[in-house]
């Protein structure tokens, strides 16, 4: 396929995300990718997707099945809750077209581990969208760490107040989630992305989980220990269910100095470096809008698509894994009163 032409996508799962979030990124980059068919298991709602954003009733169907089947359709983006996204990975690529899939990459490890085999054994493209790592900060705070000498520490402090009103907490799956760790995983892994992109994987962690609300369905409150390959030490706390007001923060603390990046506010989010030589500390512009992640994923799947050359995604399902797998170590470190766990390898 000519790299200037724009790969048709074959959405299925057209729920609260594929209209707010994966629509509009797709719209945003029509030279990249199109919005060529969709797929729910109930018609009635694929049909009203497909009347808002322009695709053919023709296009139209209530399985990946059809979809797949569909000559118009180059590659699929599977939106779908996790415990499926195995069987959604492996249709694709017996039918010889490219996936991406939501996060967390799979419901449980054993389905993951499962996703990432299929995905070596295949040259097509197989992407997992958690939009984090492809924030442009993430290099910037690199180039900063070379500034404070070698990282011995980090804090990475993520809590969000708990919406009652949340259209998520609706969807069925979310409320008895066969996910391990619900929301933690759900969201969860988004954290880990965006510390493991800059510091590197987790080795050992020793975590306590609670469940402060009924309405998460799951464990959803997470704080741990960690230990990095590279044998740095962290923290880690998460939560999306506290009362207070949002606080995002990553602390990184050198031999020589600190990096801070505060992304409380989104929309107004600051990077602080603070060295031996400068301990007033100076603010370091952001370099991005974290919104423009999602059109960048479908640009990074497209670009591995059309040179059809997978090394080039940014989030493989081995990355993916990892994420994920850190989220079911805290889990099980947790029941096991705290003890100490490795992570999962793929």
């Given at each position: 396929?000519p790299?200037?032409?724009?790969?048709?996508?074959?959405?299925?799962?057209t729920?609260?995300?594929?209209?707010?979030?994966h629509?509009?990124?797709?719209?945003?980059?029509p030279?990249?990718?199109?919005?060529?068919?969709?797929?729910?298991?109930?018609?009635?709602?694929?049909?009203?997707?497909?009347s808002?954003t322009?695709?053919?009733?023709?296009?139209v169907?209530d399985?990946?099945?059809?979809?797949?089947?569909?000559p118009n359709?180059?590659?699929?983006?599977?939106?779908?809750?996790?415990?499926?996204?195995?069987?959604?990975v492996?249709?694709?690529?017996s039918?010889?077209?490219?996936?991406?899939?939501e996060k967390?990459?799979?419901?449980?490890?054993?389905q993951?581990?499962?996703?990432?085999a299929?995905?070596?054994?295949t040259?097509?493209p197989?992407?997992?969208?958690?939009?984090?790592?492809?924030?442009?900060?993430?290099?910037e705070?690199?180039?900063?760490?070379?500034q404070?000498?070698?990282?011995?520490?980090?804090?990475?402090?993520?809590?969000?107040?708990?919406?009652?009103?949340n259209?998520?907490l609706e969807?069925?799956?979310?409320?008895?989630?066969?996910?391990?760790?619900g929301?933690?995983?759900?969201?969860?892994?988004?954290?880990?992305a965006l510390?493991?992109?800059?510091?590197?994987?987790?080795?050992?962690?020793?975590?306590?989980?609670t469940?402060?609300?009924e309405?998460?369905?799951?464990?959803?409150t997470?704080?741990?220990?960690?230990?990095m390959?590279?044998?740095?030490?962290?923290?880690?706390?998460?939560?999306?269910?506290?009362s207070?007001?949002?606080?995002?923060k990553?602390?990184?603390?050198?031999?020589?100095g600190?990096?801070?990046y505060?992304?409380?506010d989104?929309?107004?989010?600051t990077?602080?470096?603070?060295?031996?030589?400068?301990?007033?500390?100076?603010?370091?512009?952001?370099p991005?809008?974290?919104?423009e992640?999602?059109?960048k994923?479908?640009?990074n799947?497209?670009?591995?698509?059309?040179?059809?050359?997978?090394?080039?995604?940014?989030i493989?399902?081995?990355k993916?894994?990892?994420?994920f797998?850190?989220?079911?170590?805290?889990?099980?470190?947790?029941?096991?009163?705290?003890?100490?766990?490795?992570?999962?390898?793929?």
């Open positions: 396929m790299s200037e032409t724009p790969l048709r996508v074959g959405l299925i799962g729920g609260i995300f594929a209209s707010q979030r629509f509009p990124a797709i719209a945003s980059i030279s990249t990718v199109q919005l060529a068919a969709c797929a729910n298991r109930s018609i009635d709602k694929a049909k009203k997707f497909a808002e322009g695709i053919p009733e023709s296009h169907y399985s990946l099945a059809s979809l797949l089947s569909d359709v180059d590659v699929i983006d599977a939106l779908l809750p996790s415990q499926f996204s195995l069987q959604a492996k249709d694709a690529i039918a010889g077209k490219p996936i991406a899939i967390p990459i799979a419901a449980n490890l054993a993951a581990k499962e996703i990432v299929i995905a070596r054994s040259e097509l197989v992407a997992v969208l958690e939009n984090f790592i492809f924030w442009n900060v993430i290099p705070i690199k180039s900063l760490i070379e404070i000498g070698d990282v011995v520490y980090f804090s990475h402090y993520c809590t969000s107040p708990f919406n009652f009103n259209q998520y969807t069925w799956w979310r409320q008895k989630p066969e996910h391990v760790g929301f933690l995983s759900d969201g969860g892994v988004h954290q880990v510390f493991t992109e800059i510091l590197g994987q987790v080795d050992t962690l020793s975590a306590l989980t469940q402060v609300r309405q998460s369905g799951d464990v959803d997470l704080t741990a220990t960690l230990k390959k590279s044998g740095v030490l962290g923290s880690f706390t998460y939560t999306s269910a506290v207070n007001p949002r606080i995002n990553l602390s990184i603390n050198g031999t020589k600190t990096v801070i505060d992304f409380s989104k929309a107004s989010a990077l602080m470096l603070y060295t031996d030589a400068d301990k007033t500390g100076k603010v370091i512009p952001v991005d809008n974290v919104q992640g999602v059109p994923e479908f640009e799947f497209a670009e591995a698509v059309q040179k059809n050359d997978k090394s080039l995604l940014k493989p399902p081995e993916a894994f990892h994420h797998a850190v989220i079911v170590a805290s889990v099980e470190s947790s029941k096991n009163g705290g003890t100490s766990v490795k992570v999962a390898e793929p």
